[in-house]
């Protein structure tokens, strides 16, 4: 008699309904919070991955970047005269180094950023005048300062 009581009650009914309404909806809630961890861990899967990438590349080419600023800068040193070719040059090699930002220690970036925006207004100064002796020094400087920090060889781990 007491068991067909709680399977005929309506409250016994609706307390069993509300439990499974609460359970999906905490199924629900659930779901999005593990979807949502998901799609977090897939970004930095992709960054550390392009990180990675962007090491090995590194790694495997720094000789060659390092020669490209080489081959700037020694005709420089011989003539001790700059041209505004030699100038679109460095620009040049200096934004290839955009693709390594994430791997280069926030001090070593800023100083090529310096660099980058150094030869740019060498270049822009040397348009203007016809006496480009005076550039020559701040030049080498720089990219010699930039050939250090790609020599440092810490960025190969």
Known sequence: MQM?????STAVGNILGLISVLLGIIS???????????????????KRQSETLARIYYRN?????????EKILFPVMKQNTISVNKCGEALSALRKLNTYESMFLP?????IIEARRAVSEI?????????RSQYV?????????????LNKGDYLI
């Open 107 to 111: 001090i070593d970036l800023d100083r």
């Open 123 to 131: 270049s822009n100064k040397m348009r203007e005048q016809a006496d």
């Open 137 to 149: 020094n701040q030049f080498v400087d720089t990219i010699s300062a930039v050939i250090a920090i």
């Open 28 to 46: 629900i809630f659930v779901t999005l919070k593990t979807m949502l961890t998901a799609k977090r861990l897939e970004s930095e899967f992709q």
């Open 4 to 8: 067909n009581f709680l399977l005929c």
């Open 61 to 69: 080419n720094k000789q060659e970047i390092i020669h490209s600023f």
